[in-house]
């Protein structure tokens, strides 16, 4: 069964921490994985990773996939309240390709 | 604000109703896609449109059916609801059915 896991589930800090979250995956056909962060409303993307060991960068939000251990990680430094949502982690793939399977998700909680 | 748009925003009615949820991609996106996220199960993908015709199906049951229209924009047909169906329902959209996708505010269905 194809699934994507996340970890942690939940995760507390204090503004200016490094924080790395975990997304672990096992799906056939693999694509694609893709970063989103969810703050009240609508999942808003963040990165888009198809190569392994290939850093993506954005500001203060970098992240890697390792194709050959099926994992990539989201690293955010000099964290802030407004990094403060739910994580999503996504992978396209599946039987046709072209499905996406979503973990459910690392909750960030950023104390000021 | 992605530039997906998705009406209602929220959506009461009772066990055994029908509803329509409607979408309209970005600008320029041909591809359209249905998830549906719930507190225990996380975001579900399920189904994508391309240009009119139906490009890969998820997790979706048969009481639900999808259509995107020659303006390219999309409505999610619930029929027959249960409790469980109480959600919230996003539509997503991409240029060229690629991997990356912008969501629109999503659509909090209720059921009584």
């Known amino acids: 069964e194809d699934k994507v896991v996340q970890s942690p589930l939940s995760l507390v800090v204090h503004e200016g921490d490094t924080v790395t979250l975990n997304c672990s995956y096992e799906v056939t056909n693999f694509r694609s994985l893709l970063w989103y962060k969810q703050e009240k409303k609508a999942p808003t993307f963040l990165f888009m990773l198809?190569?392994?060991?290939i850093e993506k960068k954005s500001g203060r939000l970098s992240s890697i996939l390792d194709k050959k251990e099926l994992f990539s990680i989201l690293n955010i430094t000099a964290t802030q309240t407004g990094d403060s949502a739910i994580y999503l982690c996504?992978?396209?793939?599946?039987?046709?390709?072209?499905?996406?399977?979503f973990g459910t998700g690392t909750s960030l909680t950023v104390i000021p | 604000d992605s530039g997906v748009t998705q009406t209602p925003k929220h959506l009461i009615t009772a066990t055994g109703q029908r509803v329509t949820l409607r979408c309209s991609p970005r600008?320029?996106?041909?591809?359209v896609y249905w998830y549906q996220q719930s507190l225990d199960q996380g975001l579900q993908f399920l189904i994508q449109?391309?240009?009119?015709?139906?490009?890969a199906k998820g997790n979706i049951l048969e009481r639900f059916s999808a259509q995107q229209f020659p303006d390219l924009h999309s409505e999610l047909n619930l029929s027959s609801l249960e409790l469980g169906d109480s959600a919230l329902y996003f539509c997503?959209?991409?240029?060229?059915?690629?991997?990356?996708?912008?969501f629109g505010p999503g659509t909090r269905l209720t059921v009584l």
């Open positions: 996504a992978v396209e793939g599946g039987h046709t390709g072209n499905q996406f399977y």
């Open positions: 449109y391309y240009n009119g015709e139906e490009r």
């Open positions: 198809t190569s392994s060991g």
């Open positions: 997503a959209s991409s240029q060229g059915g690629g991997p990356t996708q912008y």
């Open positions: 600008s320029g996106d041909l591809s």
